[in-house]
């Protein structure tokens, strides 16, 4: 075949995957919910924060939480913070001391295993009926953000639930903001047909119960948020992404890139080690579509312009320098860096799990 042809292939089927799946997820946010909600629920709660040098984000964190509308004797805090060296377990408990009606619990681990480990620290001692688990650097701008993620839990039906993000900030080029935007449309989509395999750290509540059942949260996969959903949507319950929970989380102001590789790879090494076949019935097209559109789809871009180059015909170049004068567009900008994202991602993860990452500083604006 000539490989201007391979080329046109290659590019239609990259375009026109995500797009087909993008349409067909506008169908499915047609979709009634099927879960019956109760905004009067309200369940014994642990909220845990687990931190590492969070000193410029901790206490607006517990602020976030204490200011909840929720009755404040079914609401514990626990922080697990893993030896930081920038005091934020100090200025945790000093909030704690003098915050004595919110019952907060500071852990300090004398070593730093990662997020998950202490995710299970939390666990291991929470007493709550529903385990929410909230990064430090982001906010819960909604004051009823709590009654509205255990209200979905109310249905026997729903095993975990979480937040729709929005960014303090738009990232360089512009592209964060769009980037969000379209995720969100998907993750509510899926969360509609049945399950959502992606979920968000800075907001997820889990039913404790279920959550002890799979285990805890993984040490070997960085995705810890998304990959307990799935393993708890695994045992036949809903997992889903609720409409009207948001989340405002920081972008950082240097290292954006290594920022969205980094949890590319997390996400990816979730999309790997998840099998499909695991998923109930009604979610396997979700993950079988989220699997390709994250592991392979990315790589038929740079095989399209190596046709390209590779044909080397006036036509050929034409369409080379269209794709890269469309850069100008927005839309289309972001898509390209996040497949660039995904890629960079998948070869990292050859060598580097980042399960222990670097603390990056974020901010709001
Ligand atoms: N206790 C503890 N121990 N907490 C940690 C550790 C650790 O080793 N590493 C990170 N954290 C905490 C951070 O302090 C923060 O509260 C939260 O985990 C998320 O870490 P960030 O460094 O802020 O990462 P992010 O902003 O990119 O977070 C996003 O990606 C992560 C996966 O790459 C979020 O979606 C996270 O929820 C997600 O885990
Ligand atoms: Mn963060």
Redesign the pocket.
């Known amino acids: 075949m000539d490989p201007l042809a391979v080329a046109l292939v290659l590019v239609a089927v990259h375009f026109g995957a995500p797009l087909a799946y993008y349409v067909e997820a506008k169908r499915w946010l047609k979709r009634p919910w099927d879960v019956k909600r109760d905004l009067q629920h309200t369940p014994t709660v642990t909220v845990a924060?687990?931190?590492?040098?969070?000193t410029r984000h901790i206490e607006e964190k517990l602020e976030d939480v204490y200011r909840q509308d929720y009755p404040r004797d079914r609401l514990e805090i626990i922080v697990?913070?893993?030896a930081s060296i920038d005091g934020t377990a100090e200025k945790a408990r000093r909030w704690a001391a003098a915050h004595p009606d919110a019952d907060v619990k500071v852990v300090e681990?004398p070593q730093?295993?990662?997020?998950a480990s202490?995710l299970n620290a939390a666990l291991a001692m929470a007493r709550g009926e529903v385990f929410i688990i909230t990064?430090?650097?982001c906010r819960w701008p909604q004051k009823d953000a709590l009654k509205k993620a255990v209200s979905w839990l109310a249905d026997p039906s729903v095993g975990a639930v979480t937040c729709l993000k929005k960014s303090a900030a738009d990232g360089p080029a512009g592209v964060e903001a769009g980037y969000r935007g379209h995720y969100n449309v998907l993750r509510l989509a899926e969360s509609k047909k049945w399950a959502t395999p992606i979920f968000?750290?800075?907001l997820a509540a889990y039913k404790t119960e279920l959550l002890r059942k799979i285990g805890g949260f993984p040490l070997d996969i960085?995705?810890?948020?998304s990959h307990t959903a799935a393993k708890i949507a695994a045992m036949g319950y809903r997992v889903v992404a609720a409409e009207d929970l948001w989340c405002v989380?920081a972008v950082p102001h240097n290292g954006y890139h290594r920022?969205r590789i980094?949890?590319a790879q997390?996400l990816l090494q979730h999309l790997l080690k998840t099998p499909v076949e695991e998923a109930p019935p009604p979610m396997r097209p979700i993950f079988l579509a989220e699997k390709y559109l994250h592991l392979a789809n990315p790589w038929l871009l740079p095989a399209a312009v190596a046709a390209l180059v590779a044909a080397a015909t006036p036509p050929a170049l034409a369409l080379l320098a269209a794709g890269a004068a469309a850069l100008a567009l927005k839309p289309y900008r972001t898509w390209i860096a996040a497949q660039l994202y995904l890629m960079a991602a998948a070869v990292k993860n050859l060598w580097d799990n980042e399960l222990?990452?670097e603390?990056?500083d974020?901010r709001y604006s």
Do not use: L
């Open positions: 924060i687990p931190t590492y040098n969070e697990v913070d893993s681990e730093r295993r990662g997020k202490a990064d430090a650097d968000h750290g800075e960085g995705a810890d948020d989380e920022w980094r949890r997390h222990v990452w603390k990056q974020k």
